[in-house]
């Protein structure tokens, strides 16, 4: 019989600004057979998670450059990725807030690392049984190119195409498309940048809130049909932006 192939180990995303928890906790990790790369900042983390994926990621709740509690909610929501959060302060309202952003478990500092080794291998297991029963569901037929019909317009979600009667089809890019698409399934909803930025996001990208202006801005101008873009695509001062026009789907 051919030999079993041993598993791989598992990845681990260590984040903490301290350098003399972070790299001690690495060691530890790596010793009970886990794979640790390491990260000091949120910038740090986005960098390693273009690089490479993880399995789980270990992340101090406080950060110099992001706070760890919306991090957690972006990871959740962006690459499904499985995070324990670590904090010093130990309040049941701390516990409930990261739990319900997305965090799979918790842990007070300071604490014993052979508890979080315990806490790592539960989470991966609940993870991977996950994971198995969503590829055990039957999949859906794949669905046609997506059509929307709005406010003169006919946009092609799968060409990344606007065309109109009159005009040349315009191409957008595939930022541009994404974000028209967003605002095409939310019309007349106002959606802040940080909620376009989740909506957008791919796994492996970094997209700021500036960068979903610039796209707005782009996007206005190639929608701008007898000076009506911006009524088209609203600013709402404070709030975010809004599509102000009926949407139908073909």
């Known amino acids: ?28 990790l790596r010793r009970h057979g886990f794979e640790v790369r390491t990260a000091a900042d949120a910038a740090g983390l986005w960098q390693l998670l273009k690089q490479q994926d993880f399995d789980v990621a270990v992340l101090d709740v406080m950060l110099p450059d ?7 909610q972006q990871l959740h929501r962006r690459c499904n990725l ?3 959060l670590l904090t010093a302060r130990d309040t049941t309202a701390d516990r409930v807030r990261g739990l319900d952003l997305g965090a799979d478990d918790y842990l007070t500092k300071p604490f014993e690392p052979r508890e979080l080794v315990a806490r790592l291998n539960s989470v991966l297991r609940r993870h991977q049984a996950t994971q198995a029963r969503a590829k055990a569901t039957p999949t859906e037929p794949a669905a046609s190119p997506r059509r929307y019909r709005f406010a003169g317009w006919q946009f092609c979600a ?10 040349e089809p315009v191409r957008l890019s595939t930022a541009e498309g994404k974000l028209l698409q967003v605002l095409l399934e939310h019309p007349h909803v106002s959606l802040s940048r940080q909620r376009l930025v989740d909506l957008t996001a791919a796994q492996d990208s970094d997209i700021s ?17 007898d000076g009506h873009g911006a009524e088209l695509l609203r600013t709402l001062w404070g709030s975010g932006y809004l599509l102000a026009a009926d949407v139908d789907l073909e």
């Open 1 to 28: 019989m051919p030999a079993t192939q041993p598993l791989p180990a598992p990845r681990v995303l260590v984040v903490d600004d301290h350098r003399k928890i972070r790299d001690p906790l690495a060691t530890y």
């Open 66 to 72: 992001g706070d760890g509690f919306e991090l957690c």
């Open 82 to 84: 499985p995070v324990i």
């Open 158 to 167: 799968s060409t990344a195409t606007l065309s109109r009667a009159g005009r």
């Open 209 to 225: 809130e500036r960068a979903i202006d610039r796209q707005v801005s782009r996007l206005r101008r190639k929608l701008d049909h």
